[in-house]
Nanobody
Framework: QVQLIESGGGLAQAGGSLRLSCAASGRTFSNYAMGWFRQTPGKEREFVAAISWSGGSTTYADSVKGRFTISRNNAKITVYLQMNSLKPEDTAVYYC????????????????WGQGTQVTVSS
């Protein structure tokens, strides 16, 4: 079992920045690829970014490429999402997830999910 707790969400203005953190506990964190997903009311949860177990590989949704950066610190068992140049369309609940199958962008491959943190970007 892996427990994931997100933090760092909040309100930002368009063009601003926020940094999300996801603290993990439970099984060996470094065995898991980690991902960030987001969801708005009435829409399906969508992929945002993912990082491999070693941190050596990352992948991003086209909508956030060049603006968001995912990173991880296995010693601190934490994964981060640095969000720059925020846009109102980035407004969503952001979820952290862990994948033992190294699923990266494939949402169905994630085993554990956090409770989510709200990000609101005003224009």
């Amino acid at each position: 079992q892996v427990q994931l707790i997100e933090s760092g969400g909040g309100l930002a203005q368009a063009g601003g920045s926020l940094r999300l953190s996801c603290a993990a506990s439970g099984r060996t964190f470094s065995n898991y690829a980690m991902g960030w997903f987001r969801q708005t009311p009435g829409k399906e949860r969508e992929f945002v970014a993912a990082i491999s177990w070693s941190g050596g590989s990352t992948t991003y949704a086209d909508s956030v490429k060049g603006r968001f950066t995912i990173s991880r610190n296995n010693a601190k068992i934490t994964v981060y999402l640095q969000m720059n140049s925020l846009k109102p369309e980035d407004t969503a609940v952001y979820y952290c997830a862990a994948s033992s199958a190294q699923a990266m962008g494939a949402i169905d491959g994630y085993d554990y999910w956090g409770q989510g943190t709200q990000v609101t970007v005003s224009s």
